[in-house]
């Protein structure tokens, strides 16, 4: 009683209470001063840390983290100040309520600040340590440089049109980052909050990174490592992994912002075919549409839909539809989806509970409330001609959310969302907390649209504007670019860090959509897209043209050589696709995601990139530039890809040269290729290639299935390779599954000073043969 009464009398004059770290069944939690916070492992690397101003705790849910996952209890032995798992040990001081977590040998991973945490009405900051030592990755696509450290960044969603190196915010909000180099290893930090955020990485503090928002709960996410790998792989398993997309969606895509007509179509079609670029899909923007009204046909322009898709369809063509969120405000006028949703009562409400309406590409338009599961089961259904008309995939746009003529370029903060569903109480909510994830929604919507309609096809959505998890329903791009080297260095950095993100497939506008791309530009652009997760042209209809064979036949021959490459690649490609699709890894990824010592080469990187573990791309750090530069390799023995010759250093000099960019092999990898096809709809003709490129822990994989399915068939198999005096040998796995391959024979091409080749059967079975 005394203890109590003198607590009282501190807390009355303003002294911070001193409470005792609690146990709790899987962690632990502490109070003072009124506030409370609560550490709980997930599992033994994934803590979560909620804090509840005033003793308040916020609702137990997520737009991010399914709540099977929140509910996932790994055990802990609890100490006096916090808990261990097998992983970890946590400390709280009972004081400041402040954080740290380190490794089992002490070695500290992440640490609080001596101010952790403060306060300014619904805002709040969190306070972390910056050691000097560590690199600062993440934020989804954001611009600035790839090391984020001595920078900071807002996360709210904004159409940036012609964004440059310095912009921010753009258009997705990702509140993920990964600091690596600590004296404990990597980790990453995901702060569960919709509201408008902001990280400071050492900007103002040189010492210190800032975490805050203007309102929302304080409900964060600590992953472990110690590589970046791990942590990108737990960060996935906490927000979800990009499924595996159908194959045609590894293809070349061509679109323009806009193809006019279904003639203009055609010709696409029809010149990528005559000019032999391996190529698998058009893309329309919003000119085929009806007066920019969403879910609509321009009958003048486009007379048949479903005929146009039948017809490139024969010549090995998916269309890919644009689907922007604003339905134009028509009523009386017999506009279905505008009819349905007013009916539906779908559509997002000012405070006074008026419409809201606002201008973008139709006029006058209305907004779909898509945290409502039965707004988002409706949006879902308007594809339901679309799909009947065999429109492959859809493209939803402008989902920031975008509005005209207004200089915050979105909606009033108060803007009025209705939340039904996902372990939400059901309740209204603003526009400020919804805004963020409104895109995601949009894209989620569209992805179980889809899905309703068509149940065992895997849905290819592509969206503008997403939010941490949005990767489980859609492949992104990096929006509206521009056409200069600047910007081809930027695609591969945003790209890159969209991929340690969570968002496995991405991709940039090749050559830039805005300003139009010289010839050199345009040419080097195609080369490094071919190895990018999503390889698409687009550009804007006020800029020159630029599909493949525009600047003539020699730049036509450059380009068309790495499409080709591309193709021939697919066994490979898809086999790292389903990878991703079940472990986390990015597609294309940094050199020190696999390569931890990478991180620290004393080569300039930023052009630097791996496509799996096996192919690395060193193009021209300066990609302007006429001048030698220095390439860092992972080990000594890598093989220039496209000679199959070793390279016996670790760091070689390059010239830059307009035909050709520079990819390496890992020595000990198989890799599969196929032959030339034009499309994927295509079947390869002739054996499979495996490209065996002798070296330690020597494996491959080849994956199939139908390209398309869910759940089906597949096939796959483990190949390995030991080297003896005479020869190689290649231990072939039993294959696994039912999915009957396109190949009766096996080219097997042995790479090194004299490579050899030998075709041998088809090996279904386990089975071990010499190449002498």
């Known amino acids: 009683?005394?203890?109590?009464?003198?607590?009282?009398?501190?807390?009355?004059?303003?002294?911070?209470?001193?409470?005792?770290?609690?146990?709790?069944?899987?962690?632990?939690?502490?109070?003072?001063?009124?506030?409370?916070?609560?550490?709980?492992?997930?599992?033994?690397?994934?803590?979560?840390?909620?804090?509840?101003?005033?003793?308040?705790?916020?609702?137990?849910?997520?737009?991010?983290?399914?709540?099977?996952?929140?509910?996932?209890?790994?055990?802990?032995?609890?100490?006096?100040?916090?808990?261990?798992?097998?992983?970890?040990?946590?400390?709280?001081?009972?004081?400041?309520?402040?954080?740290?977590?380190?490794?089992?040998?002490?070695?500290?991973?992440?640490?609080?600040?001596?101010?952790?945490?403060?306060?300014?009405?619904?805002?709040?900051?969190?306070?972390?340590?910056?050691?000097?030592?560590?690199?600062?990755?993440?934020?989804?696509?954001?611009?600035?440089?790839?090391?984020?450290?001595?920078?900071?960044?807002?996360?709210?969603?904004?159409?940036?049109?012609?964004?440059?190196?310095?912009?921010?915010?753009?258009?997705?909000?990702?509140?993920?980052?990964?600091?690596?180099?600590?004296?404990?290893?990597?980790?990453?930090?995901?702060?569960?909050?919709?509201?408008?955020?902001?990280?400071?990485?050492?900007?103002?503090?040189?010492?210190?990174?800032?975490?805050?928002?203007?309102?929302?709960?304080?409900?964060?996410?600590?992953?472990?490592?110690?590589?970046?790998?791990?942590?990108?792989?737990?960060?996935?398993?906490?927000?979800?992994?990009?499924?595996?997309?159908?194959?045609?969606?590894?293809?070349?895509?061509?679109?323009?912002?806009?193809?006019?007509?279904?003639?203009?179509?055609?010709?696409?079609?029809?010149?990528?075919?005559?000019?032999?670029?391996?190529?698998?899909?058009?893309?329309?923007?919003?000119?085929?549409?009806?007066?920019?009204?969403?879910?609509?046909?321009?009958?003048?322009?486009?007379?048949?839909?479903?005929?146009?898709?039948?017809?490139?369809?024969?010549?090995?063509?998916?269309?890919?539809?644009?689907?922007?969120?604003?339905?134009?405000?028509?009523?009386?006028?017999?506009?279905?989806?505008?009819?349905?949703?007013?009916?539906?009562?779908?559509?997002?409400?000012?405070?006074?509970?008026?419409?809201?309406?606002?201008?973008?590409?139709?006029?006058p338009s209305v907004f779909p409330d898509f945290t409502r599961a039965k707004t988002r089961a409706w949006w879902g259904s308007l594809y339901k001609d679309f799909v009947a008309d065999g429109i492959a995939g859809f493209w939803n746009d402008m989902n920031e959310p975008a509005i005209f003529e207004t200089p915050t370029k979105t909606m009033p903060l108060d803007t009025v969302h209705r939340i039904e569903g996902d372990g939400f109480?059901?309740?209204?909510?603003?526009?400020?907390?919804?805004?963020?994830?409104?895109?995601?929604?949009?894209?989620?919507?569209?992805?179980?649209?889809?899905?309703?309609?068509?149940?065992?096809?895997?849905?290819?959505?592509?969206?503008r504007a997403s939010f941490a998890g949005g990767q489980r329903y859609a492949v992104t791009w990096t929006g509206d670019n521009s056409s200069s080297w600047d910007h081809l260095k930027l695609a591969v950095q945003q790209m890159l860090s969209l991929g340690l993100s969570g968002f496995a497939w991405s991709g940039a506008d090749i050559p830039g959509f805005t300003g139009g791309a010289s010839p050199e530009l345009a040419t080097r652009w195609f080369e490094i897209g071919a190895f990018t997760p999503v390889f698409r042209g687009h550009s804007a209809k006020d800029t020159p043209r630029a599909e493949p064979w525009v600047d003539g036949p020699a730049h036509l021959a450059i380009r068309r050589k790495f499409i080709e490459e591309r193709y021939r690649l697919l066994p490979y490609l898809y086999a790292v696709a389903e990878e991703s699709a079940r472990t986390g890894d990015p597609v294309m990824r940094p050199t020190f995601y696999d390569y931890p010592r990478m991180e620290k080469a004393s080569c300039d990187q930023s052009m630097a990139f791996t496509v799996g573990s096996d192919l690395l791309v060193a193009a021209p750090p300066k990609p302007e530039s006429p001048y030698a530069y220095d390439v860092c390799l992972p080990a000594k023995g890598w093989y220039d890809y496209w000679t199959g010759e070793p390279v016996t250093a670790e760091k070689v000099k390059e010239t830059p040269k307009l035909d050709r960019l520079p990819v390496f092999v890992r020595p000990g990898a198989i890799i599969a290729r196929q032959p030339l096809v034009q499309s994927t709809a295509e079947t390869p003709k002739g054996p499979l290639e495996l490209h065996v490129y002798p070296g330690e822990d020597c494996r491959g994989e080849i994956y199939l299935d139908d390209g398309v399915s869910i759940s089906g068939p597949s096939l796959r198999q483990q190949v390995t390779c030991s080297a003896t005096s005479r020869g190689v040998t290649l231990h072939f796995g039993a294959r696994e599954g039912s999915y009957a391959p396109w190949w009766k024979s096996i080219a097997v091409t042995v790479h090194g000073a004299h490579p050899i080749t030998r075709t041998i059967p088809d090996q279904p079975r386990a089975a071990t043969v010499s190449i002498p």
């Open 1 to 363: 009683m005394l203890r109590l009464i003198i607590a009282a009398a501190l807390f009355a004059l303003g002294a911070p209470l001193q409470a005792q770290v609690s146990p709790l069944p899987n962690g632990a939690q502490a109070s003072s001063a009124g506030n409370s916070i609560r550490v709980e492992a997930l599992t033994d690397s994934i803590l979560r840390v909620r804090i509840a101003p005033a003793g308040r705790w916020s609702e137990d849910a997520s737009w991010a983290v399914p709540a099977a996952v929140r509910a996932e209890r790994a055990p802990v032995r609890a100490s006096a100040d916090g808990f261990s798992t097998a992983a970890l040990t946590v400390r709280i001081d009972p004081r400041t309520l402040g954080l740290i977590v380190t490794d089992p040998q002490g070695h500290p991973i992440v640490s609080d600040a001596p101010q952790p945490i403060r306060f300014d009405g619904p805002r709040f900051t969190l306070s972390k340590t910056l050691p000097i030592g560590e690199r600062i990755y993440g934020l989804g696509d954001k611009t600035g440089n790839f090391d984020r450290r001595g920078e900071s960044f807002v996360d709210w969603n904004t159409d940036a049109y012609g964004f440059q190196r310095d912009t921010d915010p753009i258009y997705k909000s990702i509140p993920f980052y990964i600091a690596s180099g600590g004296a404990g290893g990597a980790y990453g930090l995901f702060l569960d909050n919709s509201w408008r955020s902001w990280f400071d990485f050492g900007h103002r503090d040189a010492g210190t990174i800032a975490i805050g928002s203007e309102g929302g709960p304080i409900d964060y996410y600590i992953i472990a490592g110690p590589t970046v790998r791990d942590v990108v792989r737990r960060y996935t398993d906490l927000t979800g992994k990009a499924p595996l997309p159908p194959l045609w969606a590894l293809g070349y895509q061509q679109s323009r912002y806009s193809y006019m007509s279904a003639d203009e179509v055609r010709k696409i079609a029809a010149t990528l075919r005559k000019d032999r670029i391996p190529s698998d899909v058009i893309w329309l923007d919003i000119d085929y549409q009806d007066r920019n009204r969403p879910f609509t046909t321009n009958k003048q322009t486009f007379p048949d839909l479903k005929k146009l898709a039948s017809d490139v369809g024969a010549q090995g063509f998916k269309l890919v539809a644009i689907t922007d969120l604003h339905i134009a405000y028509a009523p009386n006028q017999g506009y279905a989806p505008y009819d349905s949703g007013i009916a539906g009562d779908h559509f997002l409400k000012n405070p006074d509970g008026s419409l809201y309406v606002a201008p973008v590409w139709p006029g």
């Open 425 to 463: 109480a059901t309740r209204t909510a603003s526009h400020a907390e919804i805004h963020n994830v409104y895109g995601m929604e949009n894209s989620r919507a569209t992805h179980d649209g889809l899905l309703t309609l068509r149940p065992n096809v895997r849905p290819f959505v592509m969206t």
